[in-house]
C-alpha cells in the first residue's frame, strides 16, 4: 500500500519567515495531494491540494508543488502569522477509482511573534 | 463545501461499556467513510472503511469484534466501541469523500472519547 513519509515532524519560525514541509510518498499511481491543518481538537482542514497533472498551485501564502518523478510533493508557507501554528499533514490518494487518503505522521509549526 | 457531522464530539464511559460513534453525510449520499483514531501529538491513523450496504474492510491490527461498523443507510456510519479499556481513549475521527472523482475528503467534527 502506499507509504507518506513527512518532514520534519517540527518546525519553529520566525513571525515573517516562510515555512517548509516535504513529504515522501511511495505509490506512482498516487493522483491526489492535499495539505491539512489541524488546531488541537479540531477536525483537518484542508488548505490546499494539488492533482498529478500539475506541479505547483498557488493560495496566497500558501504554495505546494509536486514532482513526481522523485514522488515528493512540499508546502510552502510564506509570510508566516502566529495564526499559522498548528499540526499540518500531508496525505496522498490512490490511483483511479481509490478514495483512501494515506496522511504523513504530522508537523507541528510554530511562528515565534 | 459538503458537510459530515459526527456525534457525540466528547464522550466519558466507564471500562466495559461500549460506545456508538455516529458519522452522517448532510448534503450528499457517501458510498464510503472512513473512520480514524489519532493519539495525543500522533498523525490520524486510519481504522478502517465503512461501506454502504456491505462488510466494512479493517485495516491491519484494528479487531473488528471490538470496534463494530455499521453503514446502513448512504447518509450514516456508525462507530461501536465495544468493551472499552482506558487503552481505547482516543480522538476518533470519520471523513467522507463526495465520491472517488472528488477527491476531497470532508472529516466530521471528531468525538474525543475517555474510558475511565
Known amino acids: 500500500g502506499e507509504n507518506v513519509e513527512q518532514h520534519p515532524s517540527t518546525l519553529s519560525v520566525q513571525e515573517g519567515d516562510s515555512a517548509v514541509i516535504k513529504c515522501t510518498y511511495s505509490?506512482?499511481?498516487?493522483?491526489?495531494f492535499p495539505w491539512y491543518k489541524q488546531e488541537l481538537g479540531k477536525r483537518p482542514q484542508l488548505i490546499i491540494d494539488i492533482r498529478s497533472n500539475v506541479g505547483e498551485k498557488k493560495d496566497q501564502r500558501i504554495a505546494v508543488t509536486l514532482n513526481k518523478t522523485a514522488k515528493h510533493f512540499s508546502l510552502h508557507i510564506t509570510e508566516t502569522q502566529p495564526e499559522d501554528s498548528a499540526v499540518y499533514f500531508c496525505a496522498a490518494k490512490g490511483g483511479a477509482g481509490s478514495y483512501q487518503l494515506t496522511f504523513g505522521k504530522g508537523t507541528k509549526l510554530s511562528v515565534i511573534p | 463545501g459538503a458537510v459530515v457531522s459526527q456525534h457525540p464530539s466528547w464522550v466519558i464511559c466507564k471500562s466495559g461499556t461500549s460506545v456508538k460513534i455516529e458519522c452522517r453525510s448532510l448534503?450528499?449520499?457517501?458510498?464510503?467513510m472512513f473512520w480514524y483514531r489519532q493519539f495525543p501529538k500522533q498523525s490520524l491513523m486510519l481504522m478502517a472503511t465503512?461501506?454502504?450496504?456491505?462488510?466494512?474492510?479493517?485495516e491491519q491490527g484494528v479487531e473488528k469484534d471490538k470496534f463494530l461498523i455499521n453503514h446502513a443507510s448512504l447518509t450514516l456510519s456508525t462507530l461501536t466501541v465495544t468493551s472499552a479499556h482506558p487503552e481505547d481513549s482516543s480522538f476518533y475521527i470519520c471523513s467522507a469523500p463526495r465520491s472517488a472523482a472528488n477527491t476531497e475528503a470532508f472529516f466530521g467534527q471528531g468525538t474525543r472519547l475517555t474510558v475511565v
Open positions: 448534503d450528499f449520499q457517501a458510498t464510503t
Open positions: 465503512s461501506n454502504e450496504g456491505s462488510k466494512a474492510t479493517y
Open positions: 505509490d506512482s499511481a498516487s493522483n491526489y
